[in-house]
Protein backbone atom coordinates (compact mmCIF):
# COMPACT_ATOMS: atom_id res chain seq x y z
CA UNK A 1 0.00 0.00 0.00
CA UNK A 2 1.66 2.94 -0.42
CA UNK A 3 0.33 5.28 1.84
CA UNK A 4 -2.71 7.52 0.75
CA UNK A 5 -5.73 8.39 2.24
CA UNK A 6 -8.44 10.61 0.91
CA UNK A 7 -10.78 12.96 3.14
CA UNK A 8 -13.69 12.96 3.38
CA UNK A 9 -14.88 9.65 1.72
CA UNK A 10 -18.14 11.07 1.46
CA UNK A 11 -20.04 14.40 1.27
CA UNK A 12 -23.21 15.82 0.61
CA UNK A 13 -23.47 19.78 0.38
CA UNK A 14 -25.65 22.57 -1.37
CA UNK A 15 -25.47 24.37 -4.40
CA UNK A 16 -22.94 27.33 -3.78
CA UNK A 17 -21.01 26.22 -1.01
CA UNK A 18 -17.03 25.89 -0.91
CA UNK A 19 -15.54 22.04 -0.90
CA UNK A 20 -12.30 21.14 0.16
CA UNK A 21 -10.99 17.55 -0.48
CA UNK A 22 -7.96 16.33 1.17
CA UNK A 23 -5.47 13.91 0.05
CA UNK A 24 -3.05 12.76 2.07
CA UNK A 25 0.12 10.39 1.10
CA UNK A 26 3.17 9.01 3.84
CA UNK A 27 6.20 8.24 1.56
CA UNK A 28 6.86 11.33 -0.25
CA UNK A 29 5.58 10.93 -3.67
CA UNK A 30 6.55 14.16 -5.75
CA UNK A 31 3.89 14.13 -8.37
CA UNK A 32 0.38 14.36 -6.73
CA UNK A 33 -3.05 14.14 -9.26
CA UNK A 34 -6.54 14.86 -8.56
CA UNK A 35 -9.45 13.06 -10.94
CA UNK A 36 -12.82 13.08 -11.25
CA UNK A 37 -14.97 9.83 -12.28
CA UNK A 38 -18.47 10.25 -13.94
CA UNK A 39 -20.03 7.29 -15.79
CA UNK A 40 -19.41 7.53 -19.83
CA UNK A 41 -16.01 9.61 -19.12
CA UNK A 42 -13.70 7.30 -17.45
CA UNK A 43 -11.07 9.07 -15.29
CA UNK A 44 -10.52 12.69 -16.42
CA UNK A 45 -7.23 14.69 -14.64
CA UNK A 46 -8.26 18.16 -13.13
CA UNK A 47 -5.25 19.59 -11.45
CA UNK A 48 -1.82 17.86 -10.68
CA UNK A 49 1.30 18.71 -8.58
CA UNK A 50 4.94 18.38 -9.44
CA UNK A 51 5.95 19.02 -5.72
CA UNK A 52 5.68 22.25 -2.76
CA UNK A 53 3.48 24.90 -4.38
CA UNK A 54 4.23 23.73 -8.00
CA UNK A 55 0.81 22.38 -9.42
CA UNK A 56 -0.95 22.72 -13.05
CA UNK A 57 -3.81 22.47 -14.47
CA UNK A 58 -5.30 19.26 -16.51
CA UNK A 59 -8.23 18.23 -18.62
CA UNK A 60 -11.10 19.70 -16.71
CA UNK A 61 -10.00 22.52 -14.20
CA UNK A 62 -12.49 24.83 -14.71
CA UNK A 63 -14.71 25.60 -10.86
CA UNK A 64 -11.23 23.67 -9.16
CA UNK A 65 -8.25 24.83 -7.48
CA UNK A 66 -5.92 23.24 -5.84
CA UNK A 67 -3.11 23.53 -3.10
CA UNK A 68 -0.01 21.65 -2.05
CA UNK A 69 2.02 23.43 0.75
CA UNK A 70 3.52 20.28 2.24
CA UNK A 71 4.48 16.95 -0.18
CA UNK A 72 2.51 15.13 2.06
CA UNK A 73 -1.00 16.79 1.45
CA UNK A 74 -2.45 17.85 -1.79
CA UNK A 75 -6.55 19.73 -1.38
CA UNK A 76 -8.52 20.17 -4.08
CA UNK A 77 -11.14 23.03 -3.43
CA UNK A 78 -14.40 24.13 -5.56
CA UNK A 79 -14.65 27.51 -4.53
CA UNK A 80 -18.66 27.63 -4.89
CA UNK A 81 -19.77 23.96 -5.82
CA UNK A 82 -22.23 23.47 -8.77
CA UNK A 83 -24.50 20.23 -9.10
CA UNK A 84 -22.30 19.46 -12.29
CA UNK A 85 -19.51 18.67 -9.78
CA UNK A 86 -21.35 15.80 -8.11
CA UNK A 87 -19.10 13.03 -9.28
CA UNK A 88 -16.46 10.79 -7.69
CA UNK A 89 -12.88 12.39 -6.80
CA UNK A 90 -10.08 10.33 -6.67
CA UNK A 91 -6.29 11.52 -5.87
CA UNK A 92 -3.39 9.84 -7.58
CA UNK A 93 0.47 9.18 -6.71
CA UNK A 94 2.57 8.51 -9.25
CA UNK A 95 4.99 5.86 -8.49
CA UNK A 96 7.76 6.84 -10.63
CA UNK A 97 9.17 10.10 -10.89
CA UNK A 98 10.78 12.88 -12.94
CA UNK A 99 9.71 13.34 -16.69
CA UNK A 100 8.74 9.93 -16.62
CA UNK A 101 6.06 10.79 -13.63
CA UNK A 102 3.23 10.13 -16.35
CA UNK A 103 4.58 7.07 -17.43
CA UNK A 104 4.33 4.10 -15.16
CA UNK A 105 1.52 3.45 -12.62
CA UNK A 106 -0.29 5.58 -10.52
CA UNK A 107 -1.49 4.35 -7.35
CA UNK A 108 -5.45 5.88 -6.39
CA UNK A 109 -6.70 6.53 -3.38
CA UNK A 110 -9.94 4.94 -2.20
CA UNK A 111 -12.30 7.89 -3.73
CA UNK A 112 -14.27 10.97 -2.34
CA UNK A 113 -17.87 10.74 -3.42
CA UNK A 114 -19.92 14.38 -3.14
CA UNK A 115 -23.01 14.86 -3.89
CA UNK A 116 -23.90 18.50 -4.52
CA UNK A 117 -28.04 18.95 -3.92
CA UNK B 1 -4.58 16.95 -26.63
CA UNK B 2 -4.70 12.99 -26.74
CA UNK B 3 -7.96 11.39 -26.96
CA UNK B 4 -9.08 7.64 -26.36
CA UNK B 5 -11.74 5.55 -27.20
CA UNK B 6 -12.71 2.55 -25.53
CA UNK B 7 -15.31 -0.59 -27.02
CA UNK B 8 -17.58 -2.10 -25.82
CA UNK B 9 -18.55 -0.33 -23.05
CA UNK B 10 -19.79 -3.55 -21.92
CA UNK B 11 -19.47 -7.04 -22.54
CA UNK B 12 -20.82 -10.43 -20.67
CA UNK B 13 -18.90 -13.58 -21.46
CA UNK B 14 -19.18 -17.68 -19.80
CA UNK B 15 -17.04 -18.51 -17.02
CA UNK B 16 -13.88 -19.48 -19.11
CA UNK B 17 -14.49 -17.77 -22.43
CA UNK B 18 -11.65 -15.07 -23.33
CA UNK B 19 -12.59 -11.47 -23.15
CA UNK B 20 -11.15 -8.43 -25.64
CA UNK B 21 -11.32 -5.11 -25.02
CA UNK B 22 -10.23 -2.18 -27.26
CA UNK B 23 -8.33 0.92 -26.84
CA UNK B 24 -7.56 3.30 -29.80
CA UNK B 25 -5.16 6.60 -29.40
CA UNK B 26 -4.64 9.90 -31.24
CA UNK B 27 -1.25 10.93 -30.30
CA UNK B 28 1.28 9.12 -31.96
CA UNK B 29 3.57 10.22 -29.45
CA UNK B 30 1.72 8.30 -26.73
CA UNK B 31 4.33 5.92 -25.93
CA UNK B 32 2.66 4.30 -22.60
CA UNK B 33 -0.93 2.13 -22.42
CA UNK B 34 -1.28 0.94 -19.21
CA UNK B 35 -4.92 -0.97 -18.22
CA UNK B 36 -6.87 -0.50 -14.70
CA UNK B 37 -9.01 -2.72 -13.66
CA UNK B 38 -11.70 -1.17 -11.06
CA UNK B 39 -14.21 -3.63 -8.64
CA UNK B 40 -17.48 -2.19 -7.28
CA UNK B 41 -16.67 0.22 -4.86
CA UNK B 42 -12.97 0.31 -5.31
CA UNK B 43 -9.97 2.07 -6.32
CA UNK B 44 -8.22 1.71 -10.04
CA UNK B 45 -5.82 -0.70 -10.18
CA UNK B 46 -3.23 -1.33 -12.22
CA UNK B 47 -3.29 -4.72 -14.08
CA UNK B 48 -0.70 -4.32 -16.52
CA UNK B 49 1.00 -2.05 -19.00
CA UNK B 50 3.17 -1.84 -22.22
CA UNK B 51 5.73 0.69 -23.47
CA UNK B 52 5.41 1.41 -27.37
CA UNK B 53 8.92 -0.65 -27.81
CA UNK B 54 6.98 -3.58 -27.33
CA UNK B 55 4.09 -5.32 -29.63
CA UNK B 56 2.57 -7.81 -26.73
CA UNK B 57 2.97 -8.56 -22.99
CA UNK B 58 1.58 -11.16 -20.93
CA UNK B 59 1.11 -11.76 -17.32
CA UNK B 60 -0.78 -15.42 -16.95
CA UNK B 61 -4.15 -14.87 -18.24
CA UNK B 62 -3.51 -11.17 -19.16
CA UNK B 63 -2.03 -9.97 -22.58
CA UNK B 64 -1.97 -6.73 -24.06
CA UNK B 65 -1.33 -6.18 -27.48
CA UNK B 66 0.20 -2.85 -29.30
CA UNK B 67 -0.33 -2.05 -32.72
CA UNK B 68 1.29 1.57 -33.29
CA UNK B 69 1.09 1.83 -36.60
CA UNK B 70 -2.89 1.73 -36.16
CA UNK B 71 -2.48 3.68 -32.66
CA UNK B 72 -4.80 0.58 -31.34
CA UNK B 73 -4.15 -1.51 -28.08
CA UNK B 74 -6.03 -4.42 -26.56
CA UNK B 75 -6.68 -6.15 -23.08
CA UNK B 76 -6.98 -10.26 -23.53
CA UNK B 77 -8.34 -12.54 -20.59
CA UNK B 78 -7.90 -15.28 -21.04
CA UNK B 79 -10.17 -18.39 -18.97
CA UNK B 80 -12.16 -15.75 -17.38
CA UNK B 81 -13.44 -16.27 -14.13
CA UNK B 82 -15.74 -13.94 -11.99
CA UNK B 83 -13.47 -12.48 -10.34
CA UNK B 84 -12.44 -10.58 -13.46
CA UNK B 85 -16.02 -9.20 -13.26
CA UNK B 86 -15.36 -5.52 -13.01
CA UNK B 87 -15.22 -2.39 -14.71
CA UNK B 88 -11.67 -2.10 -16.93
CA UNK B 89 -10.11 1.15 -18.19
CA UNK B 90 -7.45 1.63 -20.81
CA UNK B 91 -4.84 4.60 -20.67
CA UNK B 92 -2.62 6.47 -22.95
CA UNK B 93 0.16 9.09 -21.79
CA UNK B 94 3.82 10.37 -23.30
CA UNK B 95 7.41 11.21 -21.31
CA UNK B 96 6.99 14.53 -19.86
CA UNK B 97 2.88 15.11 -19.98
CA UNK B 98 1.59 14.53 -16.86
CA UNK B 99 -2.19 14.44 -18.47
CA UNK B 100 -2.38 10.51 -18.77
CA UNK B 101 -5.94 10.18 -20.81
CA UNK B 102 -8.21 6.94 -19.73
CA UNK B 103 -11.16 5.79 -21.80
CA UNK B 104 -14.80 5.75 -21.15
CA UNK B 105 -14.33 2.06 -19.48
CA UNK B 106 -15.70 -1.37 -19.92
CA UNK B 107 -18.14 -3.28 -17.52
CA UNK B 108 -17.14 -6.82 -17.76
CA UNK B 109 -19.07 -9.50 -16.22
CA UNK B 110 -18.33 -12.81 -16.52
CA UNK B 111 -21.24 -15.26 -15.47
CA UNK B 112 -20.84 -18.61 -13.65
Known amino acids: DAGITQSPRHKVTETGTPVTLRCHQT?????MYWYRQDPGHGLRLIHY???????DKGEVSDGYSVSRSKTEDFLLTLESATSSQTSVYFC????????????????FGEGSRLTVL | GENVEQHPSTLSVQEGDSAVIKCTYS??????FPWYKQELGKRPQLIID?????GEKKDQRIAVTLNKTAKHFSLHITETQPEDSAVYFC???????????FGAGTRLTVKP
Open chain 1, 92 to 107: AISLTSGSYANTGELF
Open chain 1, 27 to 31: ENHRY
Open chain 2, 91 to 101: AASRTGNNDMR
Open chain 2, 50 to 54: IRSNV
Open chain 2, 27 to 32: DSASNY
Open chain 1, 49 to 55: SYGVKDT
